[in-house]
């Protein structure tokens, strides 16, 4: 992970990335203020998204034991 700065038309940038093959997210003061402002909601944001992912997840696990019980029945 990594972090540049740069510039666009002469205004400070950033450039996060996760990779160094990324394009990455690139963005000026003002939307770092931005963001800095709402951190909070953002982790939260985030933290709903894995969680609905987590519980998705969780719900093919369950469906696959479920077939997989089916099929072990009809074998024995």
């Not at 990335?17 to 394009?23: I, S």
Request: hydrophobic share 40%; net charge neutral; with cysteine.
């Amino acid at each position: 992970m990594s972090a540049e700065r740069s510039q666009y038309h002469g205004h400070p940038t950033i450039i996060l990335k996760e990779d160094p093959r990324d394009h990455g997210v690139c963005f000026g003061v003002n939307k770092a203020r931005l963001i800095l402002k709402h951190i909070e909601e953002i982790k939260w944001f985030v933290a709903g998204e894995d969680f609905r992912a987590a519980e998705s997840l969780q719900r093919r696990i369950d469906a696959d034991d479920a077939r997989l019980a089916a099929i072990l029945r009809g074998v024995s």
